[in-house]
């Protein structure tokens, strides 16, 4: 079993390595920017999203997808924390 929590732009990377290497489960933790109004976010991660789907689907993986949504602690969080 694979667990994929390096971003959805290296899903498909991953998903062929475990074609190669015979996995066959897998769970993705993805963006739930496939849900933003804003377009052009989301169409790009809507496409990657289906395209990975189809090769799961297409080489029988059993997967799942999971989309948490971020949750910020205080004001902080965008500084660099290690000034």
């Known amino acids: ?48 999203e289906s395209k990975m789907v189809e090769r799961l689907r297409n080489n029988d993986i059993k997967f799942a997808i999971i989309r948490p949504s971020m949750i910020y602690g205080n004001e902080k969080d965008k500084e660099d924390c290690f000034e």
């Open 1 to 48: 079993m694979v667990i994929h929590i390096a971003g959805i732009r290296r899903a498909l990377n991953v998903i062929i390595a475990m074609e190669q290497s015979g996995v066959n489960r897998g769970i993705f933790v993805n963006t739930t920017g496939v849900f933003s109004k804003f377009r052009s976010a989301s169409e790009e991660y809507e496409i990657i």
